[in-house]
């Protein structure tokens, strides 16, 4: 048997953070046979410069939907097929047969996604040979019905637990969520970036804020179901709130917006059908990050990693300085309980292969408050190190 080891970039969260650890994909979710995702495949990307891991969806036997941003590198250009292994047929990456790992010929970007904005979030991985999973049916202009608010959304994939773990799991795992209205999803997302309800979609678990997408789960697939039944993919897995919080909603680009370039697609390598031209995503840049931004994301992840240690802490100090064009550093300080919170902080803007736009990194010290009183400095006195 021949496993399939994950890249990197799938576990770029921290080693140690309040709360963090290793665990399974799907922020609570729980584990399936594959018999009820047959059509699921893990994309695994090793370049020289980078390596991660993405979910997809076999919708032609030589073809895989996923999202646009695993098939983009970090300066926005179309990456090498070479580097690509898709693996179907299993939950259980461990358990994978030489037979299930397929090889990629082709990348294709749908047109008009831009890495920017990150709308129009998908691609189709071409295979090198056909495989023997069964294809999902996607959306289309019949199933407008399916993308009203409160629709209930399955998701599935290989993604974290949370923006904190630190490997990836073995097993996929699935959750259950619902969409949230234009409102909703527009209101929520206002803090980080817009929301496009012409070709996006947001799902949350509004009930209880436990269940989300998150690092690793990034194209795989947002299912809804026809009125007979039956599955039909109506979503992209896009990007996550900041950090995996389950109180964002997850992003999806609308499949229905995309299907009818995924049926020319699958015209073309199945029948040979004429192919459609094909479309490059254009050079970018990821956007500037302000300091007032920088300082609104440093105190919600704290309050997130932290809890009612950063949120009843007293005299707290977020101080920043610009390190690159999307990236910012600060320095962060609070008192809690006798006891002194200090480090650094980063914040910044990337890809979401790394669960979403806004990212950050932290080394954060904790001790005694009067060690700090007398020696002056954080660095002197013995404490507890947390970083992400």
């Known amino acids: 048997m021949a496993a399939v080891v994950l890249a990197t970039g799938i576990a770029s969260g921290a080693n140690a953070a309040p709360g963090g650890g290793a665990g399974a994909s799907v922020v609570k979710g729980t584990t399936a046979p594959i018999a009820e995702f047959p059509w699921l495949a893990l994309i695994e990307y090793e370049g020289k410069v980078e390596g991660f891991g993405c979910t997809g969806t076999v919708v032609a036997p030589r073809l895989v939907l996923t999202a646009g941003h695993c098939a983009v590198s970090e300066s926005g250009r179309v990456l090498s097929a070479g580097g690509y292994k898709v693996a179907w047929g299993t939950a259980d990456v461990r358990q994978v047969p030489p037979t299930r790992v397929a090889a990629v010929s082709q990348v294709l970007v749908f047109p008009g996604y831009n890495p920017t904005d990150n709308l129009h979030d ?37 993604g ?56 690793g789960d990034s194209g795989g697939p947002g299912i809804a179901r026809r009125p007979d039944g039956s599955a039909v993919q109506v979503g992209i897995i896009s990007m996550g709130g900041p950090l995996c919080d389950t109180a964002f909603p997850e992003i999806q680009t609308r499949v229905d917006k995309v299907s009818p370039w995924a049926a020319s697609w699958i015209a073309a390598v199945e029948t040979g059908a ?20 920088a300082r609104l994301l440093a105190y919600y992840g704290l309050a997130n990693d932290f809890g009612g240690r950063f949120i009843r802490g007293k005299y707290k100090g977020i ?27 980063t914040v910044f803007y990337s890809l979401p292969r790394e669960g979403s736009l806004t990212n950050m990194r932290y080394r954060i010290r904790r001790v005694g408050a009067a060690c700090w009183l007398n020696r002056g400095s954080i660095r002197r006195c013995p404490g507890v190190v947390f970083y992400r």
């Open 122 to 158: 998908a691609a189709l991985l071409v295979l090198a040979a056909p495989v023997g999973a069964p294809a999902i049916p996607l959306a289309g202009e019949a199933d407008a019905t399916l993308y009203a608010g409160g629709t209930p959304i399955t998701i599935a994939g290989w």
């Open 160 to 215: 974290l637990t949370n923006g904190a773990a630190k490997q990836p799991p073995s097993v996929f795992r699935t959750g259950q969520t619902e969409l949230g209205s234009t409102s909703f999803c527009r209101r929520e997302w206002s803090l980080i970036s817009t929301f496009d309800p012409a070709s996006q979609l947001c799902a949350t678990d509004r009930r209880r804020h436990e269940v989300s997408a998150c690092n």
């Open 274 to 293: 004429p192919a459609p031209a094909i479309v490059t995503p254009p050079p970018f840049r990821l956007p500037r990050l302000g300091f007032e931004d």
């Open 319 to 345: 101080g920043c300085r610009r390190i690159e064009r999307e990236k910012v550093k600060c320095k962060v300080f609070w008192y809690l309980a006798g006891r002194i919170y200090g480090g650094s902080l």
